[in-house]
């Protein structure tokens, strides 16, 4: 059964529209270009509220062949071991200000360093450009030095499903896999026919219509059941331990329990944790309810375990 902070927290996100005095939730035509620039103006301006730092936290940005990244570290630290950081935001929205403070919680209570960096969005840039992104980044790393098994992949939402793409073009590519990867809601197939985008469709977060609009978006002319636009597709073999983490009420659950399945009987070393009666990415939210900073609490144990720290 949920906490009481738990039912309180998810009770508010699903009529934040009566806080705005608004009786029903706002409607939108997400296939539209308008749409996508109003969903980007709405994250970065719920990221300006928590731009202050906590002690102990340094961020230094970089610049690797025009993408622009971060490194976020605890005070001091070498960066001889890093959490790769895929931010979420539909393949349409998302950049390190918007999810700077997310990444920050994993630093701060893993003690390890993250990189976070901002690949090139739909429908500018349809896909591979996130994929192609992702690739030079990880390939910066190992130049540094860094050893891939002091690696460690985190993504959420589409982040986290470019994660898990990047997976599999590194190992097609013969390129030294990282340590582990761990994913918050990812999204494994941008079909969208798992059931629970049915089942879950009045109970998610998400504004209705945003995942076909964005996989069209992200998409572009290609099939969407190309294994790099959706894993749940690829062979699967061969890939690092995984840790994969998704809310009971939303409707990319099926996106996670499918490829969580699929992942062992490929042989992967997969642990799946579905947050019975919790929303979209809901780790994240470790410092607001109990369910949330267990979640976080295992995370970064997980991440040090094979982190070797």
């Excluded at 130049?143 to 589409?158: E, H, K, L, M, P």
């Excluded at 219509?209 to 290609?222: E, I, L, S």
């Excluded at 799946?272 to 949330?292: K, M, N, T």
Aim: aromatic letters at 10%.
């Amino acid at each position: 059964m949920l906490s009481l902070r738990a039912r309180l927290f998810c009770f508010l996100l699903r009529n934040r529209h009566l806080l705005r005095l608004q009786l029903k939730r706002e409607t939108m035509d997400w296939n539209t270009y308008e749409a996508v620039l109003r969903f980007r103006r709405n994250v970065e301006g719920g990221a300006r509220f928590s731009r202050r730092l906590p002690e102990g936290i340094e961020v230094s940005p970089v610049t690797i062949d025009e993408i622009p990244v971060e490194w976020i570290l605890p005070s001091r630290a070498e960066k001889d071991k890093v959490m790769m950081y895929f931010h979420g935001g539909g393949y349409v929205s998302g950049t390190c200000q918007s999810h700077r403070m997310h990444v920050v919680k994993f630093v701060k209570n893993s003690k390890i360093g993250a990189l976070l960096f901002e690949y090139r969005l739909a429908p500018e840039h349809p896909f591979p450009a996130a994929l192609d992104d992702s690739l030079t980044v990880y390939r910066w790393l190992l130049a540094q030095g860094i050893c891939s098994s002091r690696i460690i992949f985190i993504g959420d939402s589409a982040g986290g499903g470019l994660c898990l793409a990047t997976l599999l073009a590194l190992r097609d590519l013969g390129i030294p896999l990282p340590a582990a990867a761990t994913v918050f809601s990812p999204v494994t197939d941008y079909t969208c026919t798992g059931e629970s985008y049915r089942t879950n469709a009045k109970r998610c977060l998400a504004p209705e219509g945003t995942g076909p609009a964005f996989a069209k978006h992200y998409g572009g002319t290609n099939d969407l059941r190309l294994p790099y636009i959706s894993p749940l597709f690829g062979d699967l073999k061969g890939l690092p331990p995984m840790l994969i983490y998704v809310g009971g009420d939303e409707t990319l659950l099926d996106d996670a329990v499918q490829f969580a399945e699929k992942a062992e009987k490929a042989g992967v070393n997969v642990t799946l944790r579905i947050g019975e009666g919790l929303f979209h990415c809901y780790p994240v939210c470790a410092s607001l309810f109990p369910e949330a900073r267990q979640a976080m609490e295992e995370i970064c144990a997980f991440i040090k375990t094979h982190m070797g720290a």
